[in-house]
């Protein structure tokens, strides 16, 4: 069986808007593509309240569905697991966005309309509601991506992003050995130096209402550091990783 979309979805401690969130993205799949089997996958990332109980629920009782629930490994790993999955199920786009209900999901049609220009399209977060730590830590690494590897990026770890399928699997294949603190930065980087057109489409970002941001568990200059580190190294592998994507 072959999906045509399959929407990634990692959570973390989101008991208070995870039901929510969940029926309105599967309502959506359902309504967008009546006749398409699409699902959405949620990955519980070990979360220590009750977003697991509600997610087991909620899987029994809402059709185009996925959880699947794992040790805390971060935001990353999660995300790495959600895409393995969404490729297991030989899915044809693989849409990821966060659990946060910071998105709208009247934004998909944004990036779904130029599927057949790019097979990698992000979303832009043009007018941001976050901590003023993830505003620096975005513009940060907005700058690095730009000094280290000469391309520009708006918003390079935006979760709200429409993959091709198969395109998702060649980068997936380069994806730097130890898994990156934040994969979906270097499947941005890869993805752009291999002439794909992000397009950096200004989407909806609203005020997170519940829950928590995980980021500020983390020290300002570690995320930084480590970040930075990553990205260098990954400098030295760019071009050889940027050649197996084209010619595969």
Not at 40 to 66: A, F, Q, R
Not at 82 to 101: I, P
Not at 176 to 202: C, H, R, W, Y
């Amino acid at each position: 069986m072959t999906f045509l979309l399959s929407i990634v979805m990692p959570a973390y401690n989101e008991q208070d808007c995870i039901e929510k969130v969940v029926h309105n993205w599967t309502s959506f799949l359902k309504e967008k593509f009546p006749n398409d089997p699409t699902t959405l996958i949620v990955i519980n990332d070990g979360s220590k309240d009750n977003t697991k109980v509600l997610l087991d629920k909620l899987e029994k009782e809402v059709t185009h569905l996925t959880v699947i629930n794992q040790k805390n490994g971060g935001h990353g790993n999660a995300v790495v697991n959600g895409y393995k999955k969404a490729l297991e199920l030989n899915s044809q786009y693989v849409f990821q966005t966060d659990s946060d209900d910071q998105f709208v999901s009247d934004d998909f049609d944004k990036l779904w309309s130029k599927r057949n220009e790019s097979e990698f399209i992000l979303g832009f977060r043009q007018v941001r509601h976050d901590a003023s730590v993830r505003l620096f830590i975005t513009k940060f690494l907005r700058n690095t991506i730009s000094l280290v590897f000469g391309t520009y990026i708006m918003d390079s770890n935006i979760p709200f992003r429409l993959i091709k399928g198969s395109f998702l699997q060649k980068l997936m294949d380069q994806l730097p050995n130890p898994e990156p603190f934040a994969p979906n930065i270097f499947l941005s980087v890869m993805a752009k130096k291999s002439g794909q057109q992000t397009f950096d489409i200004p989407i909806t970002h609203k005020d997170r209402e519940t829950g928590q941001v995980s980021i500020v568990k983390w020290n300002l200059w570690k995320v930084c550091i480590r970040s930075f580190q990553e990205l260098l190294n990954f400098r030295m592998d760019l071009n050889d990783k940027v050649k197996a994507i084209r010619s595969k």
